[in-house]
């Protein structure tokens, strides 16, 4: 199993920027599908990007398109997530996730079960 730390989380006013990171350890990620999920207390964990590993393919979740970039850096074994124009409702703790050889085609990853290795998590608040 890969382990996960997330950082880069904190407080940010609205239309700022933050740039969250996920290092890998134990294994290399060049094998793994790499995602980024995000829940807010009482509410369900949802997905916000991920990056297949076999074929770079990246989702988003439409209430992040255009303003967060998934980039991975698999020499360096971590992956990113660039959050720009957040807004108050980007306010949750941030969690990555590992899928260990596994792709998705036609659609982002429905069924987090499927990931099999989680971070800790980092909060991100966004004020208004």
């Known amino acids: 199993q890969v382990q996960l730390v997330e950082s880069g989380g904190g407080l940010v006013q609205a239309g700022g920027s933050l740039r969250l990171a996920c290092a890998a350890s134990?294994?290399?990620?060049?094998?793994?599908?790499m995602a980024w999920f995000r829940q807010v207390p009482g509410k369900e964990r949802e997905f916000v990007a991920a990056?297949?590993?076999?074929?770079?393919?990246?989702y988003y979740a439409d209430f992040v398109k255009g303003r967060f970039t998934f980039s991975r850096d698999n020499a360096k074994n971590t992956v990113y997530l660039q959050m720009n124009s957040l807004k108050p409702e980007d306010t949750a703790v941030y969690y990555c996730?590992?899928?260990?050889?596994?792709?998705?085609?036609?659609?982002?990853?429905?069924?987090?079960?499927?990931?099999?290795?989680w971070g800790q998590g980092t909060q991100v608040t966004v004020s208004s």
């Open positions: 996730a590992a899928a260990f050889r596994k792709s998705w085609y036609g659609g982002p990853p429905s069924n987090q079960a499927d990931f099999g290795s």
């Open positions: 990056c297949n590993w076999l074929d770079d393919r990246i």
């Open positions: 134990g294994r290399t990620i060049s094998t793994y599908t």
